[in-house]
């Protein structure tokens, strides 16, 4: 049983076209996030929604909107992809905000 | 310059090897946590600690609040540690992370 469950593995699109990235987890946690490791592998916070809240919102494009329908599941939306959105995206949670972190396996985003 | 900076940023060594990986902080922090991320891409947490020392197996982390720097050692390293070891700090909220060591375990 996977504890926090990313969907798709793997994404190539093209530039323009708009795509989503599910997570769910079974863990109970009440807090998820999202997170994107560039190329050179720097992982850095986009999101985080505690009890489907949104709690932390970095300086991400606007394109970019997480949606968190029950305290289990947080989706990230993109729209008008391009060529820079390209990278890992790392679904996590924990039980609260000071609590352990799980990671989801990752999703590979290829924008061309 | 980043606020969590590790050091080596790339570390090879034979196996049965003690390692050890630095990381230091300029923040204010309630807790550091240690990530490792296999050559596949997954992300494992390892230790969240917010003082002193904690140990789990090969693996011992420690924190040193006042000098704002952690260490994760690696007793009897084999080449299943190869990875990269990512420190990463809690500051208000969020996880701030460093730049990964990759330790390559030669048999």
């Known amino acids: 049983d996977t504890a926090v469950s990313q969907t798709p593995k793997y994404l190539v699109t093209q530039m323009g076209n708009d795509k989503s990235i599910k997570c769910e987890q079974n863990l109970g946690h009440d807090t998820m996030y999202w997170y994107k490791q560039d190329s050179k592998k720097f992982l850095k916070i986009m999101f985080s929604y505690n009890n489907k809240e949104l709690i932390i919102n970095e300086t991400v494009p606007n394109r970019f909107s997480p949606k968190s329908p029950d305290k289990a599941h947080l989706n990230l939306h993109i729209n008008s992809l391009e060529l820079g959105d390209s990278a890992v995206y790392f679904c996590a949670s924990s039980q609260d905000l000071g609590g352990g972190y799980t990671f989801g396996s990752g999703t590979r985003l290829t924008v061309v | 310059k980043n606020e969590v900076e590790q050091s080596p940023q790339n570390l090879t060594a034979q196996e049965g090897e003690f390692i050890t990986i630095n990381c230091s902080y300029s923040v204010g922090i309630s807790a550091l946590h240690w990530l490792q991320q296999h050559p596949g891409g997954g992300i494992v947490s390892l230790f969240m600690l917010s003082s002193g020392k904690k140990k789990h197996g090969r693996l011992i982390a420690t924190i040193n609040i006042q000098e704002k720097h952690s260490s994760l050692h690696i007793t009897a390293s084999h080449p299943r540690d190869s990875a990269v070891y990512i420190c990463?700090?809690?500051?208000?909220?969020?996880?701030?992370f460093g730049q990964g060591t990759r330790l390559t375990i030669n048999p």
């Open positions: 990463a700090v809690r500051g208000a909220q969020k996880l701030v």
